[in-house]
């Protein structure tokens, strides 16, 4: 059980239909701790904006509460939304506006006063500092996701939502960005973000949550679900053919000539490597595969359905 | 109230009006010139006096109350409009705002630049026509009341609409006929008895 000081957002028996009968949510709970990174990760549709939304307030929930830092996202939606910052998956922003002016909007709106320093300490952070004076229609799309990122750190968040944030974004630009939230941790921010680059999760969460056609199927730490549904292999090329069986399982080429062997902590290598050496089989090679979280998303989401 | 809030959007939109000055005043003064001439000279030598008033004179409060009927409903529907379009409402939705609050904010903005158009306008009459404003505060409580009054008809439409085209057929509908109807051009006991009603 989570420590109830420890947990930020608390989303209990959420359901969302849409007018068209659409089930976007079906009963989903949902527990994010204070100060983690958590990972949504989903194929496209399957509810994954639409629960950031619904916890932003932009989306109303058809049934369900759900509480950010104890404050309920209905009743006492102004304490709720001033701690949520949002940066949503479309680069969508008032294109004839200066930098600086859009992020001094977006603090304002939030409630909080003119902070001169403030904003440029984000400005800054972000590398934004040069362009403030452009106007975003001027940007590079890199540098507009900037700008939407600094316009939801605009009010100093505690919690900070990232919808899909390196979508169109270049391999450098990415990793300066798992640099930034990285930091944002670093200062006590909790951050919830949305992904396809599965990459993504695997380099930055605390945990992973599974989410397909509109249900949550497994949240669990990362380390613990590469763990438990992680697999090892041990891929073998021998020198000559392997023409008589041995006391592990395994699985064969069809030369005969490359040994697979999937392993876990417990059993280890020992056994087949002291296996083979008593046969005297010679080695070409010997290489280790680890399944990525890919390998496993795929698995999940396939049985599934 | 989160004043912070309003403000900010109330700021954000006047910024845009007058960032956009000329586009924004340079039209309804235009168009109220030709208004002038064509109504207030041509027209006005074989038109006389209407209850007591000369022509020219006559038609300015109607010039003023037309311009602000039509930027009140167009500015209170493109200010809530324009962040539905480009998808910038997010973070309307987002804030920690009431719905009056995000009115009042809209909807004082539009009205503000309704008040300053229909200043303008009477202002530039000056230039063609001599007239005399006699009640001061009636006219002002009338410019405010029709100006918030029509730029929340405009929030509702905006609102409403899925599409530019919405945006236009209400004005098009409601407010062209008001005007031609409503006796800002000529006395209402000149139309046929049924349209008088």
Same mark, same amino acid.
């Given at each position: ?305 | ?127 063609? &026509? ?6 001061? #505060?009636?006219?002002?409580?009338? !410019? =405010?009341? $029709?100006?918030? +009054? /029509? ?7 905006? &609102? ?6 919405? #945006?236009?057929?209400?004005?098009? !509908? =409601?407010? $062209?006929?008001? +005007? /031609? ?17």
């Amino acid at each position: 059980m989570t420590d109830q000081n420890d947990e930020v957002i608390a989303i209990n028996n959420l359901h969302k239909t849409y007018v068209t009968g659409f089930k976007a949510l079906e009963d989903i709970d949902l527990s994010i701790k204070r100060g983690e990174i958590f990972a949504l990760l989903g194929p496209n549709g399957a509810g994954k904006t639409t629960l950031i939304n619904i916890v932003c307030g932009i989306v109303n929930a058809t049934s369900g509460n759900i509480k950010a830092s104890g404050f309920d996202i209905k009743k006492d939606y102004r304490e709720a939304r001033s701690l949520i910052g949002l940066v949503p998956q479309e680069l969508t922003t008032d294109m004839f506006e200066k930098v600086i002016d859009t992020v001094k909007f977006s603090r304002n709106l939030f409630g909080k006063k003119d902070d001169d320093q403030k904003i440029e300490k984000i400005l800054k952070d972000l590398s934004l500092w040069e362009k403030k004076d452009s106007k975003i229609m001027t940007l590079s799309g890199g540098m507009k996701r900037r700008v939407m990122i600094a316009k939801a750190l605009s009010h100093e968040p505690e919690i900070l939502f990232l919808d899909e944030p390196t979508a169109g974004v270049d391999v450098s630009l990415r990793k300066e960005m798992w640099e930034m939230v990285r930091k944002l941790r670093e200062n006590g921010v909790t951050i919830i973000l949305t992904t396809h680059y599965i990459e993504e999760a695997q380099e930055m969460a605390d945990r992973i949550g599974v989410i397909n056609k509109g249900k949550i199927i497994l949240v669990q730490e990362k380390k613990e679900l590469m763990k438990k549904l992680g697999k090892k292999q041990l891929i073998l090329s021998l020198q000559e053919p392997l023409n008589r069986s041995l006391n592990h399982s395994y699985e064969i080429s069809e030369d005969k000539k490359e040994l697979t062997y999937t392993f876990d902590e417990k059993t280890g290598v020992n056994d087949l490597l002291k296996e083979l050496s008593e046969q005297g089989l010679l080695f070409k090679d010997i290489r280790t595969k680890e399944s990525s979280l890919e390998d496993i998303f795929v698995g999940l989401i396939g049985r599934k359905q | 109230m989160n004043v912070h809030s309003v403000q900010a959007i109330y700021s954000f939109e006047m910024k845009r009006f007058f960032r956009t000055l000329f586009q924004s005043i340079a039209s309804p003064v235009i168009s109220t010139s030709l208004y002038f001439i064509v109504f207030g000279s041509a027209v006005a030598s074989r038109m006389g006096e209407i209850d007591g008033v000369k022509y020219g004179a006559f038609i300015v409060p109607g010039l003023v109350m037309l311009s602000i009927l039509t930027e009140s409903v167009s500015n209170g529907s493109f200010g809530i409009y324009m962040p539905r379009f480009s998808g910038t409402i997010y973070e309307i939705l987002s804030a920690p705002i009431s719905p009056f609050e995000t009115v009042v904010g809209y909807v004082g903005a539009s009205a503000t630049k309704s008040i300053i158009l229909g200043s303008v306008i009477l202002l530039t009459a000056k230039l063609f &026509v001599n007239y005399e404003i006699q009640h001061p #505060l009636t006219m002002i409580t009338f !410019l =405010v009341l $029709t100006s918030v +009054t /029509f730029s929340l008809f405009g929030f509702i439409i905006g &609102v409403w609409a899925d599409g530019f085209e919405k #945006l236009q057929i209400v004005p098009l !509908l =409601v407010v $062209t006929p008001l +005007t /031609f109807l409503g006796g800002s051009f000529y006395s209402i006991h000149m139309l046929p008895p049924l349209w008088q009603k």
